[in-house]
């Protein structure tokens, strides 16, 4: 075939893909916000089906020799083909290296995995998941050697979740990352020792309408989205203008829907933002789940806890949550800023969540190069807390044991939650040269132009440059821990904290 | 192949085209329930991906081959398999004698049809309209040809609705029940001439609960199934276990959402009464349209608009709709079954409704038969307006282009709510036989025995028994009007309609 009609096939294949992986999106999306829970069996069946539809698509072998003959001469495509060409036989090229007999044993193991954790969880009982993890750590091993490297096996990994990433470049910064933290956390959290934390009662009802506002505010369009109820918050994309926000409600804190709205909000305006014409290929696609974190987290954090931002809060509160009204703003800075080391990742504020990610990073690196065995690590896990956040687990439960990842085999997705906060601080000393008055407009509750600036800079280019790429030419520099320390020491340290805003 | 080899064949394929077509169903459900508008698009590409993969699989040639060679030994297979190869060999051969062209002639020329009603009706313009619904009209002429038939053009088409239902017996029963209905209905709308009609406000959030606790007095379960807010009230089931009703609400009239819903939760009780352990196979389908017409007509209109439901409603509203407690129960009735003939099919009453339909079938009738023409159709409607319900249409907008059936090729479909209507009416007089104090029941708000007689003689058996089949099995008789009529009569004058309840 020539080079059109090879295009028009991989076009029309991946348009098909897009569509399939969409179909399962809104299965899974029903599941977690809608389903009724005695469906389960069906719905499982029906997810199944659309699975096994999408590997059967992913791996024709025409579509195969389409794109290997296509990158033959990719120099002569568009730049656009190029690059959809060249990231399709990239994640092509390493799933044809794991034989169907690895993908089914692999899907075993983790599926086993996953329940052993379910159950081994709440029971406290590390010794009864150990010989499952033990063997999911050992295939991913085994996928080691079938994908190969050429620096450091642990890039297999970091490849499959933020493509391009290399163990030398991520991990310096990191362990830089995680001593300066070590040095900052006392400090800072000293700040908060004592605070008073929320005690109102706020309704759903009216939180509900809050987080409306807020997300509409920011950008989001219920015209091409929308925010339901669900257990655990999540985002998801059904299309290329249906990305649909879930949250959960607790009605003695509202600032946890209100903040996890504001994540999934970064989440989506990403998802929004990309072009419609190339949906469903790479060109279309999020550059890595680094990238898409760091939009989640600019939202929720750099913009989301500014004073500027808890103002414009401030001012919408009366109206729609009175509620907690007579909380003045200082207190509410306070309220959404608290920085106190705990054990739960998934509960850490902005300081200290990055430290239980370099303690992941560092323990699934030391498993997957055998110098950590999985009998050992429920202790290493324990030292590394005591050594990075200065308190130990006093369980599994809630130490090793608190996170699916490693039970259903994902590694190396944990530094991706870290990365997107070094981009996202990297990109905004960007923003604030080119928006010199972003403060203001955060206070007066205008997102627009800085939803512009990360729409052309970010959220457009799909693929097209992958994460390492896309920082340096934003920012002129390779990745680096220096804008998100320096971020915080300015945040925390360098003014009083109960002073309220400083700026405006 | 042997028969177990086939067998399994079969069911395989089956199996996996439940699937399809429940991921079908939740597409299309979020569609009208979830979907942000500008989704469209996307959706409408997710659909047609689904439509083609059912299409493939319907049209499977080794599936053809073997029901084909099981259908030949049928006597030897056990009842269930009897039941399943009998009818989708059934379906399959009306599909097999439509060749390709001819199907994407119809869906082309359905959907051209489609459009210029949508355009056409707010415009009142049927010459718009004309060249379209002829074109419509002779391929469903074309289509007769192509199928064939023993007794009557107009059987192909009720086949497609009520599978072994014959114009031979329907046409003289309908008429006669238009006869009948011609006699009564001045009769008994004169007694709700100037009737005061509903004037308060009833909050949407309210009438939500209030529904929501009807529909699980009548044994809905929120387990396996929802309800939900949508433009046009409907039911849809994604699974053998995910019944999904969806109502609209009109602050001013509680009435429409309530019995809407109570319509569409007896469509769900059908679906959730059906075989789990034959979901996807005939065995487990609903037996016909008419049928589960029946089924919603019955808890709406039977159980529902009687004066004991009506006294168990009235015990509801002081709780959950505090706005309607001071109508008093005799009121309610008179509210509830307010009868008037009126131009609107959707919007007609209990006594009305079946002549809307008689009106349509015998023009359907008379279309496909060649003697009518679609140029001379809306006076012939108008007519017959006139003729079976004393009013004639002011207008084509609210009279012949009121439905969208004829302009998307749904011919014969119209039948089934009249019949819906008629097998209601014989199964209760056999259901108040076997539970003799239904009514005392019904006002209590007991209704799990009226639920269990109809999940075993109705639910249960799927597509054991056609419809005419099962409601000779049921009430030993043919399909007839005269319990429906005999119901009508007594209902409305046997008793004085301001005395309220009779019974208890």
Known sequence: MNSNENLRLIYDQLSELYRLRSIYALLDWDQ?????????????????????????????????????????????????????????KWELDIQRKLPDSFVAEKAQATTLGYNAWVDARPADDFKAVQPYLEKVIELCKRQVELIGYEEHPYDVFLDLFDPGSRTSAVKPVLLSLAGELKELIP???KQFQG???????????????????????????????RIDRTAHPFMASMGSKDARIATRYYESDFISALYSTIHET???????????????TPMGESTSHSVHESQSRLWEN???????????????????LPEAADIDESQLWKLINHVEPSLIRIEADEVTY?????????????????TLSVADLPDAWNDMYEKYLGIK?????????????????????????ALGNLYNAMMMEKISEVIPDLSQQVERGEF?????????NVHIHGMHYRAPELIKRITGRDLSADAFVGYLKKKFLSQPLIAGRSSV
Chains 1, 2 share one sequence.
């Open 32 to 88: 977690q916000v809608n389903m009724p829970p005695k469906a389960i069996k069906d719905r499982a069946d029906q997810l199944e089906t659309m699975a096994l539809l999408i590997h059967q698509k992913k791996t024709d072998t025409e579509f195969g020799r389409a794109i290997d003959e296509l990158y033959e001469h990719i120099d002569s495509l568009s730049e656009p083909d190029q690059v959809n060409v060249r990231e399709t």
């Open 187 to 189: 400090s800072i959290s």
């Open 195 to 225: 605070q008073k934390r929320l005690d109102g009662h706020y309704p759903e009802a009216r939180q509900c309408e809050l987080i409306h506002r807020v997300a509409q505010d920011l950008g989001f369009s219920f015209e091409t989205g």
């Open 266 to 280: 970064g989440h989506a305006l990403y998802d929004l933002g990309r072009s419609v014409e190339y949906a469903g």
């Open 302 to 320: 750099l913009i989301g806890r500014s004073h500027e931002f808890i103002a414009y809060l401030s001012r919408l509160l009366p109206e729609y």
């Open 354 to 370: 990055s430290q239980h990610v370099v303690i992941r990073m560092l323990l699934e690196e030391a498993l997957i190069t055998d």
């Open 393 to 417: 687990p006093e369980s599994n439960k809630n130490g090793v044991m608190q996170d699916v990842h490693w039970y259903i085999g994902l590694i190396g997705y944990f530094p991706t939650y």
């Open 448 to 456: 627009a132009p800085l939803l512009s600036w990360l729409r052309e």
